[in-house]
């Protein structure tokens, strides 16, 4: 089984699986939701393949529901639910990592490799390759903040990189409660991967 959560907005509900990072998708219900989730198991199945790990979902099963807000209907999974506040062992919390490295790597690789000018539509309000690139990696400097981890403005790849360092290495570490930082590590594994794997799916439908 897959270990699914609901966060449920007035108009839209995300389904989050706990133990893929990123693994998030949005619907108009419930039941919508988790499908939509389980539609996405092959695009996912990349990243974890790239991560080096064995991706076999089998069906969602609904361990938590957290309430929403108007955030969750712009399509943010945006509620930190307690599940997020359970310890987190090294061991996971490596694994998760890996996942969020994999993440990067196909994002930038997909990138690379897209034209500039996208094909318009809905997702993103038509934003180009350029903005697209640079929405996630700005976005990712904040988040980092979010969990103590605070770089200036990127004035180079290599600024970039040595941030994304950083970041994968304190979410590296073994956590258990109280929270000392914004976002408990489960949730900043979360959503760092959804955000980066939202766009790069994005990139690749609009090309």
């Given at each position: 089984?897959?270990?699914?959560?609901?966060e449920t907005g007035p108009k839209k509900v995300f389904a989050c699986a706990l133990d893929w990072?990123?693994?998030?998708?949005?619907?108009?219900?419930?039941?919508?939701?988790?499908?939509?989730?389980?539609?996405?198991?092959?695009?996912?199945?990349?990243?974890?393949?790239?991560?080096?790990?064995?991706?076999?979902?089998?069906?969602?099963?609904?361990?938590?529901?957290?309430?929403?807000?108007?955030?969750?209907?712009?399509?943010?999974?945006?509620?930190?639910?307690?599940?997020?506040?359970e310890p987190l062992p090294a061991a996971e919390a490596e694994r998760s990592v890996a996942l969020?490295?994999?993440?990067?790597?196909?994002?930038?690789?997909?990138?690379?490799?897209?034209?500039?000018?996208?094909?318009?539509?809905?997702?993103?309000?038509?934003?180009?390759?350029?903005?697209?690139?640079?929405h996630v990696e700005n976005a990712e400097r904040a988040f980092a903040r979010k969990v103590g981890?605070?770089?200036?403005?990127?004035?180079?790849?290599?600024?970039?990189?040595?941030?994304?360092?950083?970041?994968?290495?304190?979410?590296?570490?073994?956590?258990?409660?109280?929270?000392?930082?914004?976002?408990?590590?489960?949730?900043?594994?979360?959503?760092?991967?959804?955000?980066?794997?939202?766009?790069?799916?994005?990139?690749?439908?609009?090309?």
């Open positions: 089984m897959t270990r699914v959560y609901l990072p990123g693994w998030c998708r949005a619907d108009k219900g419930e039941e919508a939701a988790l499908d939509r989730l389980m539609d996405y198991a092959p695009r996912y199945r990349v990243i974890a393949e790239r991560a080096g790990l064995a991706f076999d979902p089998g069906d969602p099963r609904v361990v938590g529901q957290v309430r929403g807000t108007s955030m969750t209907d712009f399509g943010v999974p945006y509620e930190v639910p307690d599940l997020d506040l969020v490295r994999a993440a990067w790597e196909l994002f930038d690789e997909v990138a690379a490799v897209s034209p500039e000018e996208l094909s318009k539509g809905p997702r993103g309000g038509g934003r180009d390759r350029t903005k697209i690139v640079d981890v605070r770089h200036k403005p990127y004035k180079s790849v290599a600024d970039r990189d040595a941030m994304r360092a950083e970041l994968a290495e304190v979410l590296s570490r073994p956590w258990e409660p109280p929270a000392a930082t914004d976002w408990p590590p489960r949730y900043a594994l979360r959503r760092i991967a959804w955000h980066v794997i939202d766009h790069l799916w994005e990139i690749e439908d609009r090309r």
